[in-house]
């Protein structure tokens, strides 16, 4: 009976095996099928996906110089075809990309409180290109909310600007990066201080180099920020902003969808948890780290601890001076701020394009996918992304073609 059993299912599959083969593709109805949905599909992806991204600037010699030294802000962007979603990229993004190798110089500085800064540095003592570290280009790196100069997209940016011979240092905020906290006070997107330290404590030991910094996600926030108040007073002669958060409001009530809240909101969050647990005997001084650890969403756990931290009477007062487009028209120097319009991180609706045409330093970059500092590109995405070739092409063209932007 077993044996019956067993003649009976191989000839059952024998049979349909053949059956499949000759009268789906045999007949030509399944090929068909298959050619007729990749017909239609690439179609749809040609008319609907791929696009040029929209450049928002006011000044017409501002984009005359993108055009020419940036000129993939003009072309168009072709998402990764089996994953261009905005969500989907976002969650891929870490897992897809590769890690190139970076061998980092780690320096702790002091602050004005007491505490300390962990700042990574790429030196590029092997550049060819400047052979001299005293004029060597420096580009300073911010990392998204509880990112350090660990994540992969810090790294691409350190690899494409080794290439073109430049010098890196990575921006990690306090406690994130594996040093002690000295005193009971780590970060937020709208508290400068830090920022201005770490600048001029970069530009004081190379003066003579010259020094732009770009921003991701939370870093982006930071960094305009900075720049909103410094207006013209700064080191820095440009900057480029990658997936901010430009009215926290609409990000965190973006967030709080609740597919958003589950995918991300309260990863989130945990990681915010898990990077102050580290530091609970110095914070548990002024904090109830208990009530803390209960948070569930980041407004939440901003509600409790950082407006707490750096002194705001609500919540809403800390959103509203960490939203950058409060702050976007007093920015003093050029900067190139790329958003993908389907980033549940910062919503289309919340990308400030008329302040942006009211300032003629300001260009924003909109792609119609690529999420949150997603932009893969390519079959499969493992190495540069569109994010990257931006990066990589707006660096150079300020380092080495400036001057044709800074007397606008």
């Not at 072709?78 to 980092?104: D, H, M």
């Not at 505490?115 to 060597?136: E, M, V």
């Not at 002669?237 to 009215?247: D, H, L």
Request: charged share 20%; glycine share 6%; with cysteine.
């Amino acid at each position: 009976c077993a044996m019956d059993w067993q003649v009976l299912t191989r000839e059952l599959s024998l049979y349909l095996e053949n059956q499949v083969r000759v009268g789906f593709f045999g007949s030509g109805v399944g090929l068909s099928l298959v050619l007729g949905f990749g017909v239609a599909y690439a179609c749809y992806y040609l008319n609907s996906i791929a696009k040029k991204p929209q450049l928002v600037a006011s000044n017409d010699r501002f984009c005359r110089f993108l055009e020419e030294y940036c000129p993939v802000v003009t072309e168009t962007y072709y998402p990764t075809i089996w994953c261009w979603e905005g969500r989907v990229q976002t969650l891929l993004r870490p897992f897809i990309t590769s890690r190139p190798q970076v061998q980092y110089r780690n320096e702790l500085i002091k602050t004005a409180d007491g505490g300390q800064i962990s700042l990574d540095w790429f030196d590029n003592n092997d550049s060819s290109h400047y052979p001299d570290a005293s004029t060597r280009p420096t580009v300073l790196l911010l990392p998204g909310l509880t990112g350090t100069s660990k994540e992969s997209y810090i790294l691409h940016m350190i690899h494409q600007s080794e290439t073109l011979g430049y010098r890196c240092v990575v921006f990690n905020n306090r406690g994130i990066a594996g040093e002690e906290l000295l005193t009971p006070r780590t970060y937020c997107a709208a508290n400068t201080e830090d920022l201005e330290t770490v600048i001029h404590h970069v530009h004081s030991l190379h003066p003579s180099a010259p020094l732009m910094a770009a921003g991701v996600s939370m870093g982006g926030m930071l960094l305009l920020n900075y720049l909103g108040k410094t207006g013209r007073d700064t080191p820095l002669m440009a900057a480029a902003i990658f997936s901010a958060g430009w009215n926290v409001f609409d990000s965190v009530e973006s967030l709080e969808k609740p597919l958003n809240w589950l995918l991300f909101n309260y990863y989130l969050t945990t990681c915010l948890q898990s990077s102050i647990s580290r530091h609970r005997q110095m914070l548990e001084k002024l904090f109830d780290m208990d009530l803390v650890m209960k948070a569930r969403t980041v407004r939440e756990f901003d509600k409790q601890f950082t407006s707490v931290m750096f002194g705001y009477r609500s919540i809403d007062d800390y959103y509203e001076d960490a939203s950058p487009c409060r702050k976007l028209k007093s920015v003093g120097i050029p900067v190139l701020c790329l958003n993908s319009v389907d980033d549940v991180f910062s919503p289309a609706h919340a990308i400030p394009v008329e302040t942006a045409k009211q300032n003629a330093n300001v260009a924003l970059v909109l792609t119609s996918c690529g999420g949150h500092i997603g932009f893969l590109e390519g079959i499969w995405p493992r190495k540069c992304t569109y994010m990257d070739r931006v990066f990589k092409q707006f660096v150079q063209a300020v380092f080495e073609h400036g001057n044709k932007i800074f007397s606008m």
